[in-house]
């Protein structure tokens, strides 16, 4: 079985070797990406080169490579750091649960956010990967309240719980932030989330989620034995309207 079809969640079910492979491709891409942010800010702040021109720059043809390279471009390592934790936990979840379609979910999430921003963005330079970010937690967030999902659910709960202060920066309170590529990508999470609203992530219930229904059965056995002990009863009576036949 691939990578891409193993889907399951009972602890009684769980392929030990293939829980270790998809954990370990579900680090590699989101790895690989951190480790390129890295490489880029490091470059810059070696060699003096800036390349924020690099970025968006809205309704200018100068900033139309930035919908591709902005997000691997930082201000100063705390900027770095501040976008590279929540990526890679992300970008992992993301891998983890949704294998078979997480990559076209992630470029699309990518692109978009990068496409609107360059439409409706102020006159300046958007770098950073924090539009990326926030549109992989609201599209996690958004997805785990759609399919109802424990997991999902559990997952979203986390991302509100981390990163809940990151609902201030959708807003122009800090000019030097940009607020527009953030309040895009997670437009952007909220679309990609409800495009793949119907996507099914197969799975069978937890112990603990059966627990009701195991009540029900238990009940309903009580029930079945209760009447099979009354019917028991009623076959060794005899009827006094049967009469019975036999040799002399």
């Given amino acids: 079985m691939g990578l891409f079809k193993y889907y399951p ?35 810059e702040q070696t060699t003096g080169i800036s390349l924020v021109r690099l970025g968006v720059y809205p309704l200018h043809a100068k900033g139309l490579p930035g919908i591709l390279f902005s997000p691997f471009i930082h201000s100063d390592f705390e900027h770095l750091i501040s976008n590279s934790i929540p990526f890679f936990i992300l970008m992992f ?5 949704y294998r078979r379609i997480s990559y ?63 609902v201030w920066g959708m807003f122009p309170i800090n000019p030097d932030v940009s607020w527009e590529g953030h309040l895009w990508g997670a437009i952007s999470g909220v679309v990609i989330a409800w495009r793949y609203r119907k996507y099914i992530i197969r799975r069978d219930k937890f112990d603990w989620e059966e627990e009701e229904d195991e009540e029900d059965l238990d009940k309903d056995d009580a029930e079945t034995s209760e009447e099979k002990e009354n019917s028991g009863s009623t076959e060794n009576q005899t009827p006094d309207n049967i009469s019975h036949t036999g040799q002399f």
């Avoid at 680090?27 to 470059?43: D, H, N, S």
């Avoid at 950073?128 to 709960?157: E, N, Q």
């Fill in 9 to 43: 969640s009972n602890p009684k079910k769980l392929d030990p070797e293939m829980e270790k492979r998809i954990f370990l491709h579900s680090l590699i891409f989101p790895a690989a990406m951190v480790l390129i942010f890295w490489i880029v800010e490091i470059f």
């Fill in 93 to 97: 979840a993301l891998i983890y649960f």
């Fill in 104 to 166: 076209q979910i992630f470029l699309q999430l990518f692109f978009l956010s990068g496409i609107c921003v360059w439409f409706s963005g102020r006159e300046a330079w958007h770098i950073g990967a924090s539009g990326v970010v926030y549109a992989m937690a609201a599209f996690h967030f958004v997805s785990g309240i759609i399919r109802s999902d424990t997991r999902l659910l559990t997952l979203s709960v986390t991302v509100v719980f981390l990163y809940g202060g990151m």
